[in-house]
């Protein structure tokens, strides 16, 4: 009986985190190992995976099939589109950089300040990341939209 009951047990416990696993939502933010190779390959607007390892190479230590990995995890999120030419993949981009900080700046908008971007405005003046010159250049911005 005994046996039977941490069998009962060990299975609800399988079953309540699988399900938990599935429920999550899928996160499309971009990793900052990801955001460094859609850099890449937005300055180039196109690149084979070779193209990006050799660009990685220059600054750091990377293996080829990490970058191969690394590009296939972004074509499956939807950030880069691929076509095959002769023996080689070219990877482009499938949204234009504005969209993509667009879209990564609103979700870290609303994650973290509740959908107002007025607190991180106020942080940024005054941890005085915004220099004067760029508030100034907001500001003109802002008359113009009105």
Do not use: C
Not at 19 to 48: D, F
Not at 97 to 120: C, D, H, T, Y
């Amino acid at each position: 009986m005994l046996l039977f009951l941490n069998f009962f047990l060990l299975t609800y416990e399988l079953f309540s985190t699988t399900k938990l696993i599935y429920m999550r939502p899928k996160h499309t933010t971009l990793t900052p190992q990801e955001l460094e190779i859609m850099k890449l390959v937005w300055q180039r607007q196109s690149a084979t995976v070779r193209d990006i390892y050799e660009a990685l190479l220059d600054h750091r230590k990377i293996a080829y099939t990490t970058v191969m990995t690394m590009m296939k995890i972004l074509e499956t999120k939807g950030y880069l589109k691929k076509r095959r030419q002769e023996r080689a993949f070219i990877y482009r981009p499938a949204h234009t950089k504005n969209q993509v900080i667009g879209s990564m700046l609103r979700e870290f908008i609303n994650r973290v300040f509740n959908g107002s971007a007025e607190p991180l405005l106020v942080h940024l003046v005054k941890s005085r990341h915004i220099r004067e010159k760029d508030l100034q250049k907001m500001a003109r911005m802002i008359e113009e939209i009105k």
